[in-house]
């Protein structure tokens, strides 16, 4: 699995490889109906009722049994007996229709059958001979209904039959010698004896696995319980609807803290009640390709409001080992920053539509960012910033966790105040304003990041199930999900197959894309095992890319070895060694513009170096944009891609802005360096010169323009 920092929303709904219990006493407290709903269309019940087919033998033993078929004139019966018998059954070709209340299950069955006939007719000498029946197209039909019991799925079964097709019948008595009346009598008898054992076999596994296999579905979808981080969730069945478009299945969630509130929070914090909910969730699920879950923002909002009460969203640069200062390094080197924001209030969570994509919008309406300053010479100043900030988000399916994720997509900060408590140094309010919003909020942001809804691909009851798409909709969001029945009786090991030659020289984390065949398994479903120096992982990856952790800098080999559903794994895999290298190219500015241009095009010259990755195989690209005031991100003019050059002709450049120019350089690996220039364009000014390496008074140019220094009380120079 991907090693995401598990959030709060990463808690929602975890699809675990557990099997519901459902027999539930009662229904658990503290939970919020209307919190969730699960579709199942035909689709997802066809392929879940392979779970009743596989449960029907191919063979049968036939009972002995004896059968009056006459009576006699002179006393007595006519007998028919059956030892020795064998029933042979094959199912095929199963069917799902919905109706209103009920859900019809249907399949179609070959049988043949053989056994010994004990023949002993009215006024005929008993003989003893071989039959055959061959019936086909034998038309099987179970209907079933459900409620909910106790929070449990009660399913029932009020019918099942078995439709033999009269031209699908023969029997073969040739070797019995009879004729007339005694052939009839025979082949009636023999066929009534097998139809109706058959259907006595199937109807009997059919009341006990129909049942069981609509609840797993229906109890599967979701894990009953869980408890980790702060949060504990319990999920119970509130309601059960069929229809013609499905079975839809309500849920009741409860979300609540293990412990108290978060140290991190402000002194008195209380949890955040929300009114309570009674109707069942209305969602969308049409055009859902088997299975789909609905979660309300309700549902999601109190999830959040736990998180932020358990301290989840407290954010501490110094106790997640982020780098800060690089902020500071060009223009004030040896200064650190750290950084500590709390959300003073539980952030609001709403959804909806967007172009291109599934929108979730975070509100947080108070931020308090304790900012510790220290600098080279040994001194440090303290800040306090105040926000607020409007995340957009959007709703995504992440290829490496399989998972539905939050990924933002922008953030607006406002009502930024800062004070100023005390200290020697202090940077400017632009600056601090400038930290906060580009580094400390998309910092906080980031932990509303790898929140999936539904999980990797596990199995319940026998049944696979994996996301395959996301979408959202004002008052909640779905996911999509894909179920797959694995033969429990496949012996046959998968061939691991990479979809790309594996990289010779990576970064300590890097992807593989695998494209493992199997007998049985589809590749959308495939697990794969990870083993770095000889130690395997202890988690199946799936997807059709795998994120391989190999840690320390040198040499190491990896083997990936392809997992089917039913758990066979490939004995060979592909093995392959790697190098890391976690160290990013430098990059070196060679000749720019410095201070002002008085031109509208200039060319940007540079060089690089990496330690492993030779000059000609870096590649770099550069991205220039308008620079605003120090609150806003630029405004993005140019970005492309120089290959192998180290050099970037830019014309048309706007007269009268500021401009940045940003190169990156990667190496083999993909590690990746950056390095900005900026200038002001104006022609015809005659002050332009050009900056051939970095000049020291640029950078105390830099570090004046950013901060100020107290002599006494109150002043600053």
């Given amino acids: 699995m991907r090693p995401y920092a598990t959030s709060a929303l990463a808690l929602l709904v975890a699809a675990a490889g557990t099997t519901p219990s459902f027999a539930r006493a009662a229904c658990p407290a503290n939970v919020m109906y209307g919190a969730a709903a699960a579709h199942a269309n035909a689709e997802a019940i066809n392929r879940a009722s392979g779970v009743f087919l596989k449960a029907i033998p191919s063979t049968f033993a036939f009972p002995d049994t004896v059968v009056n078929v006459q009576t006699c004139t002179t006393g007595g019966n006519g007998t028919v007996g059956v030892t020795f018998g064998q029933v042979q059954v094959a199912a095929q070709n199963p069917q799902v229709s919905f109706q209103p209340g009920a859900v019809t299950l249907g399949a179609v069955f070959n049988v043949s059958a053989t056994a010994t006939v004990n023949v002993a007719l009215c006024d005929e000498t008993p003989i003893v001979c071989q039959a055959q029946l061959v019936a086909n197209n034998v038309q099987f039909s179970a209907q079933a209904t459900g409620t909910v019991n106790d929070c449990s799925p009660v399913i029932g079964l009020p019918s099942v039959s078995l439709v033999a097709d009269p031209y699908g019948l023969s029997i073969n008595l040739t070797n019995c010698g009879l004729i007339g009346q005694g052939v009839d009598l025979i082949a009636n008898a023999y066929q009534s004896l097998m139809l109706q054992f058959v259907s006595s076999e199937v109807t009997t596994i059919a009341q006990q696995k ?24 319990e999920l119970a069945i509130d309601g059960l609807q069929i229809d013609s478009s499905g079975l839809t299945v309500d849920f009741a969630i409860g979300v609540t803290p293990t412990g108290p509130a978060a140290e991190c929070l ?13 109707a069942p969730l209305t969602a969308d699920f049409g055009n859902v ?9 309700t549902l999601l909002q109190q999830v959040v409001d736990v998180a932020w009460y358990s301290g989840l969203l407290c954010f ?15 223009v004030a080197p040896g200064m650190t920053i750290d950084a500590i924001a709390v959300p003073q209030t539980a952030p609001q969570l709403s959804l909806g539509s967007a172009s291109g994509g599934a929108l979730v919008q975070v509100r947080l309406d108070q931020v308090v960012v304790d900012l510790n300053l220290g600098f080279a010479d040994g001194t440090s100043s303290q800040s306090v910033v105040t926000a607020g900030a409007t995340i957009a988000a959007q709703v995504v399916f992440d290829p490496f966790a399989r ?10 900060i406002d009502n930024l105040n800062v004070t100023t408590p005390g200290g020697n140094y202090q940077l400017s309010q632009d600056a601090l304003e400038r930290i906060v919003k580009q580094m400390v909020m998309p910092a906080l942001t ?47 090991a998968p061939t691991t197959v990479l979809g790309s030659a594996p990289p010779s020289l990576v970064t300590p984390t890097f992807t593989v894309d695998v494209a493992s065949t199997d007998n049985e398994t589809p590749q959308e479903f495939m697990r794969h095992q990870v083993s770095v120096d000889g130690v395997p992982s202890t988690t199946y990856t799936s997807g059709a890319l795998i994120l391989v952790s190999v840690g320390l800098p040198g040499s190491h080999s990896v083997a990936i070895q392809a997992v089917d559903l039913t758990g066979n794994v490939d004995p060979v895999g592909v093995k392959f060694d790697v190098f890391v290298d976690n160290q990013a190219p430098v990059v070196t500015l060679v000749s720019s513009p410095l201070g002002i241009l008085s031109d509208t095009a200039t060319t940007i010259q540079f060089s690089a170096t990496d330690d492993y990755t030779t000059t000609s195989d870096l590649r770099y690209r550069y991205t220039v944009g308008v620079i605003q005031d120090s609150t806003s991100p630029d405004i993005a003019l140019f970005a492309g891609a120089t290959d192998s050059s180290t050099s970037v002709a830019l014309t048309n450049l706007p007269s009268g802005q500021t401009i940045r120019v940003a190169i990156f350089a990667k190496d083999a690996a993909g590690n990746e360096a950056s390095l900005a220039t900026a200038f002001r364009v104006q022609p015809d000014s005659g002050l332009s010169c ?25 002043r600053n120079i």
């Fill in 210 to 233: 129909v049942p069981d296999m609509l609840s797993s579905v229906t109890g599967n979808m979701f894990a009953t319980e869980l408890s980790t981080l702060g949060l504990h969730l």
């Fill in 266 to 278: 402000p002194a008195g914090s209380t949890l955040p009640v929300l009114p309570p909910t009674t």
């Fill in 289 to 297: 390709p088997t299975l789909s879950g609905a979660f309300s923002t």
């Fill in 316 to 330: 501490d640069s110094a106790k997640l080992g982020l780098d800060l200062s690089s902020y500071a390094a060009s």
């Fill in 403 to 412: 998972a539905l994720m939050i990924e933002p997509v922008s953030a607006v």
């Fill in 446 to 492: 980031s932990k509303l990041k790898a929140l999936p809804i539904v999980g990797d691909v596990f199995l319940a009851s026998g049944l696979a199930v994996c996301l395959i798409d996301v979408a959202a909709a004002p008052g909640y969001a779905r996911a999509d999900i894909d179920v797959w029945l694995p033969d429990p009786n496949d012996m046959t």
């Fill in 690 to 714: 050009t900056q051939s390496s970095p000049a020291p008074w640029a950078a105390l140019l830099g570090l004046a323009l950013m901060v100020t220094r107290r002599r006494g009380r109150g």
